[in-house]
């Protein structure tokens, strides 16, 4: 693709999960571990009942945090930082892509609903910790 179809374009945005790297690391699987161990930990339900009220929460507010943050006064912090308490070896830089990104003229920005700590583990791993303007995170 060449360069010159790209060259109007001054801002790249980029989402950061299963964009910058696919969905097949299945580092989401990890939160999803996490997140339901967590809802178990905060509410005292079993399992299949923390689910059932982690789904609702996330139909009812568009975020289980929400949830848990409204009913059982949860630090949204203290969330973030375990759920995303993950193994970033399942993830490996795509040179490929990264040279594509690196080639793209103006300024790039990277966000993610994650916390920054998580972001910066992605990045790094990816290998692209220096290839961003700009990123943004929770």
């Not at 996330?58 to 945090?65: E, N």
């Amino acid at each position: 693709m060449p360069k010159s179809q790209f060259s109007h374009v001054s801002e790249w945005v980029f989402d950061m999960d299963h964009t910058l790297y696919p969905p097949h690391n299945k580092l989401f699987d990890q939160i999803e571990i996490l997140m339901a161990d967590y809802f178990v930990k905060v509410t005292g339900l079993q399992k299949p009942e923390a689910d059932k009220l982690r789904q609702s929460y996330w139909d009812k507010y568009g975020a289980s945090l929400t949830g848990l943050m409204h009913h059982h006064d949860v630090d949204p912090s203290d969330f973030l930082r375990d759920v995303h308490d993950i193994d970033f070896s399942v993830l490996d830089p795509d040179h490929g892509l990264n040279d594509i990104i690196r080639d793209l003229p103006g300024r790039k920005i990277v966000y993610t609903n994650a916390p920054r700590n998580y972001a910066e583990q992605t990045l790094n791993r990816l290998h692209m910790q220096d290839m961003f303007d700009a990123v943004y995170a929770l």
